[in-house]
């Protein structure tokens, strides 16, 4: 069994939530007619990221996610969304996944906060993993930074995820390293990893697009240009096992080795 999913490569109408949601309808409506039974968005879409802004910090319950919920139901399919969710002392920087009932099946608070942007004194950081099912698969939620450490992926393999889910708002100016990190990520866990990144320029930075699907073999499934695109994989259970089958890294990993390692530095 196969599950298409979407990387819905947008730009977010700055400072304007309910024009990017009209947006986001209709890209879900393309999707959804094309047989995605997932669709995911850049980072902290449809409010569109910005690291500096307090605006429109809301509750899970709040009118964002009320809406992604609600555009989920009528469309059948899952969404994976972000918004800036409310917490105590600073907001969290949040994905959620969103069922094709509107139910919500998971939500990731960003773990690793981008210091170089003060990111740490904007948001407080995650402290979970993100995971949920989907069409007999199990996914997993990271966030942008998140890609370059390596540790939480490897913990998603650990706790089954098949296919992790990244938005992401990747500016220009690191683009190489965005494609480099997509492709290990997924190569090194042997399972699937959608990057979606955003694009255009906001008055924070400008950004790449180039939204990407890697394979459970580190091969790119899907890519995405600069410029608003959807771009589909269809991934499996089956695609991984045989990936595995050929090259046994977990079976052959040494975490006994590891932990002692790290217990003595």
Same mark, same amino acid.
């Given at each position: ?38 669709? =995911?968005? @850049? ?5 569109? !990221?910005?690291? #500096?802004? *307090?605006? +429109?910090?809301? $509750? ?98 650990a706790e089954g995820a098949e296919c992790i889910i990244v938005?992401? =708002?990747? @500016? ?5 390293? !965005?494609?480099? #990190?997509? *492709?290990? +990520?997924?190569? $090194? ?24 699907v890697a394979g459970p073999a580190g091969e790119v499934l ?20 045989e990936a595995r089958a050929r090259i046994p890294l977990h ?15």
């Open positions: 069994m196969t599950v298409r999913i979407c990387a819905a490569q947008t730009a977010c109408a700055w400072g304007r939530p309910a024009e990017t949601l009209d947006a986001a309808a209709s890209a879900v409506e393309a999707a959804a007619a094309q047989g995605a039974r997932l669709i =995911a968005f @850049p980072e902290q879409y449809p409010i569109g !990221w910005d690291p #500096f802004a *307090r605006f +429109r910090v809301e $509750e899970l319950g709040g009118a964002t996610v009320t809406a992604l919920c609600d555009l989920a139901r009528r469309n059948a399919v899952a969404i994976v969304a972000g918004f800036r969710e409310r917490h105590d002392p600073l907001p969290r920087n949040t994905s959620v996944a969103i069922g094709p009932g509107g139910e919500i099946l998971s939500t990731y608070a960003k773990v690793h906060l981008f210091s170089p942007a003060r990111e740490h004194e904007q948001f407080s950081a995650g402290h979970d993993l993100g995971i949920f099912s989907l069409e007999g698969m199990t996914f997993g939620l990271a966030l942008c930074y998140d890609l370059r450490f390596p540790d939480l992926f490897s913990l998603y393999a938005p992401a =708002a990747w @500016p220009c100016r690191r683009a190489e390293h !965005w494609e480099v #990190f997509v *492709r290990a +990520r997924a190569l $090194e866990n042997q399972y699937f990893l959608a990057g979606i990144n955003t694009i255009g320029t906001t008055p924070v930075d400008r950004y790449c697009g180039r939204s990407m899907a890519r995405a240009k600069e410029g608003e695109e959807l771009i589909f994989a269809d991934i499996s259970s089956a695609s991984i096992g079976s052959d990993r040494r975490d006994d080795l590891y932990k002692r390692l790290r217990k003595d530095m």
